[in-house]
């Protein structure tokens, strides 16, 4: 006769889930910030996307709202009106340059920096880098327009003064009124102000790396520039990626280096607006200015839909190359 063996097995229960209404009524608070905030995205972001149709009507503004919808329709008609413009070469081409210019000057200072900030082992010091180089993302640009127009003025500005003491120039240089300057001043506000903004990611991506790397890089020998090439920076590669693919996504507009339409428009002037002037102040003055409200609406979807093209074609090809993509 075989022994009796005891099941010492744990008995199994049914635990039903609960159901989705009930789970919403125990989330009922952060759901209600997550409803708002959709509900604010809605009024401001998707319903305004109606007045793309302006761009394929005869709009005008007598008509209203409902002119939106009851315009005769013209087709392309603006869009082929601006591609024949005088200034149409003028104004892409300021939109490219200032735009490109920004992007690959401003781009990697931000790595640099970080990496940099990442070796100082001295923290109040860091701290101190830190703080100062994003303070001056939070100014906003009419302030940066006005504190150009004190330190780079032919006539009381600081900076032509230093330069002329030191001897390096005998006469001031109109950074602000001449075009052949507009472009570096662009470059050159961007990087100051927004350098030490996107620091911060960089930062944080690096500080997720495991300290066990370079401590086994530095027991082998591996110097301090071979342990940032070979760790730090194939260990932030994704987040680079994604940066420079959101960077390249807003390309026309500046939006990750410093908006463009502001700076053309507080820094751009009569004088050197044959540098200044780029899409979106020119799709600003044809309709708010001029009151051609389907021109300027049209000049709008064509950045748009380019950008929109840019930040596909720019994930593809990181996919592609990389294996990291936006998504």
């Given at each position: 006769m075989?022994?009796?063996?005891?099941?010492?097995?744990?008995?199994?229960?049914?635990?039903?889930?609960?159901?989705?209404?009930?789970r919403?009524?125990k989330?009922?608070s952060?759901?209600?910030?997550v409803i708002?905030?959709?509900?604010?995205l809605?009024?401001?972001?998707?319903?305004?996307?109606?007045?793309i149709?302006?761009a394929?009507?005869d709009?005008s503004?007598?008509?209203?709202?409902?002119g939106?919808?009851t315009s005769?329709?013209?087709?392309?008609?603006?869009f082929?009106?601006?591609f024949?413009?005088?200034?149409?070469k003028?104004?892409?081409?300021n939109?490219?340059?200032?735009s490109?210019?920004?992007l690959?000057f401003t781009f990697?200072i931000p790595?640099?920096?970080a990496?940099?900030?990442?070796?100082?082992?001295?923290?109040?010091?860091k701290?101190?880098?830190?703080t100062?180089s994003y303070?001056?993302?939070?100014?906003?640009?009419?302030?940066?327009?006005?504190?150009?127009s004190v330190?780079?003025?032919?006539?009381?500005g600081?900076f032509?003064?230093?330069?002329?003491?030191l001897?390096?120039i005998?006469?001031?240089?109109?950074?602000l009124?001449?075009p052949?300057?507009f472009?570096?001043?662009?470059?050159g506000t961007a990087m100051?102000?927004?350098?030490?903004?996107?620091?911060?990611?960089f930062?944080a991506?690096?500080?997720?790396?495991?300290?066990?790397?370079?401590?086994?890089?530095?027991?082998?020998?591996?110097?301090?520039?071979?342990?940032?090439?070979?760790i730090?920076l194939?260990?932030i590669r994704?987040t680079i990626v994604?940066?420079?693919?959101?960077?390249i996504?807003?390309?026309l507009?500046?939006?990750?280096?410093?908006s463009?339409?502001?700076q053309?428009?507080?820094?751009g002037?009569?004088?050197?607006?044959?540098?200044?002037e780029?899409l979106?102040?020119?799709?600003f003055q044809?309709?708010?200015?001029?009151?051609?409200?389907?021109y300027?609406?049209a000049i709008?979807l064509?950045?748009s839909?380019?950008?929109?093209i840019?930040?596909f074609?720019?994930?593809?090809?990181?996919?592609?190359?990389?294996k990291?993509?936006?998504?």
């Amino acid at each position: 006769m075989k022994p009796k063996v005891q099941d010492t097995r744990l008995p199994i229960y049914s635990v039903s889930k609960p159901s989705v209404w009930k789970r919403l009524r125990k989330q009922a608070s952060p759901q209600l910030f997550v409803i708002v905030g959709l509900i604010v995205l809605f009024i401001f972001q998707y319903l305004p996307m109606f007045g793309i149709l302006m761009a394929f009507k005869d709009y005008s503004i007598t008509d209203g709202i409902s002119g939106i919808f009851t315009s005769h329709w013209v087709g392309f008609k603006y869009f082929i009106q601006f591609f024949h413009d005088y200034q149409f070469k003028t104004i892409v081409t300021n939109t490219l340059a200032i735009s490109f210019l920004k992007l690959i000057f401003t781009f990697p200072i931000p790595i640099i920096l970080a990496l940099m900030l990442n070796e100082v082992r001295i923290s109040v010091v860091k701290r101190i880098v830190q703080t100062t180089s994003y303070f001056p993302h939070f100014i906003s640009w009419v302030v940066v327009a006005g504190l150009a127009s004190v330190f780079l003025s032919t006539d009381t500005g600081l900076f032509n003064d230093f330069l002329m003491k030191l001897g390096i120039i005998h006469h001031p240089i109109d950074f602000l009124s001449d075009p052949h300057h507009f472009w570096g001043l662009a470059v050159g506000t961007a990087m100051w102000k927004e350098t030490g903004w996107w620091t911060i990611i960089f930062l944080a991506a690096v500080s997720g790396i495991d300290p066990t790397l370079y401590e086994a890089a530095q027991i082998d020998g591996a110097g301090r520039l071979k342990r940032i090439w070979h760790i730090t920076l194939p260990a932030i590669r994704g987040t680079i990626v994604v940066v420079l693919i959101l960077a390249i996504g807003s390309l026309l507009g500046g939006g990750l280096v410093g908006s463009n339409f502001e700076q053309s428009f507080l820094l751009g002037n009569s004088v050197n607006s044959g540098r200044s002037e780029i899409l979106q102040t020119y799709a600003f003055q044809m309709g708010l200015a001029q009151g051609r409200y389907s021109y300027a609406t049209a000049i709008d979807l064509l950045q748009s839909v380019i950008s929109v093209i840019l930040i596909f074609g720019s994930n593809w090809i990181a996919k592609k190359t990389t294996k990291t993509g936006l998504f």
